[in-house]
């Protein structure tokens, strides 16, 4: 069975548990805990070369790392890529500005936040920020007038651009003028076997 | 014919023009001048959608933007990119780690030395080359065990690599430690079909 190591929060992982179960394949996950130092022990590195989540390992044991590889990885031949060369080139250009300009400038804010140092790293905080808002103006200019980043479908282009700029908010970003991004995820959200960060705790288990 | 638009000093449209060179392939090629703000004017816009280089327009005047997936989409079913599913989502992932963990860190530092801003910048140059210290480091330990990036041959997961790699020096970073990327770029050098970022100007030229 495929096995996907990742952390509780670690938005690049959640990409592939979101397409993982749009593609309706079974596995076993892996949550390391980041806090105690998990991604740093001798046997993750031995699987993951950089020590970091996520890693997909195949049936046959062989690792893959990189979000982006792993999405690309798991959607050949299926919907979620498509087989028109053209289209494919331009998922692959939406996964490449992605991990570019977007996912840093997202992901190291959100995580001063997450940890209590916002207020002490807010220069950082400054400078990532202006990176951010460059490129979530471009996407939300893109938004604005396609349905889905390529093509007439939803792709693992949706799945990886609306992973990270789903949290920025919670990096502090205002989020509030991008009304095409806003629109572009609640379309994202509702596609067939997408699924949360984390659980959703509905009234009846909080009772 | 095909065309790639690009500028003097982009190496991200370096990388197009080593993988065109060593395909065989005639192409235009059309250097915008940054300076001039030529990649600001509408009609590039029109073909860029965030104006930028590098740009290949197909055959059949399709534009593609992102050199990641324009190296994908020039190299597939090439030796340049491997067949085998895994070997392809290496290739991937080592492309989404240059352009996650190397590009930005080592093309701006780069930018302020050319542009005779890195005094007045240091802070920044500081924060970025920690970045890309990093991401050097992780490069020259799998270099100092591996012959190429991937498997046992070279692809466009080394071009993708060692084009802002080699131009690290001119972001003011001490390459002198990293024997494994020096030895390895020596090797991509080497390939048959490799170009230059600049024309070389030989004895005779100078003379």
Redesign the interface.
Known sequence: MLRLYDSLLSGNSWKIRILLSQLGLAYDRVTLDLQKGETREAAFRRIS??ARVPVLV?EDG?P???????L??LA?GTPYLPAD??L???V??????E??DL??AIAVPRVLHLHGLAQERQD?IR?LHADGYAGLE?LDQ?ALGHAWLVGEHYTVADIALSAYVSLAEQGGYDMTRFTGIRNWLARVRGQRGWVPLLPEVGPTANS
């Open positions: 070369r950089f195949l062989r893959l790392v990189e979000s982006g590889a792993i690309l990885h050949e060369p053209y494919r080139a331009e692959m250009g939406w996964l490449f500005f991990q570019a996912q840093k950082d400078r471009k893109w």
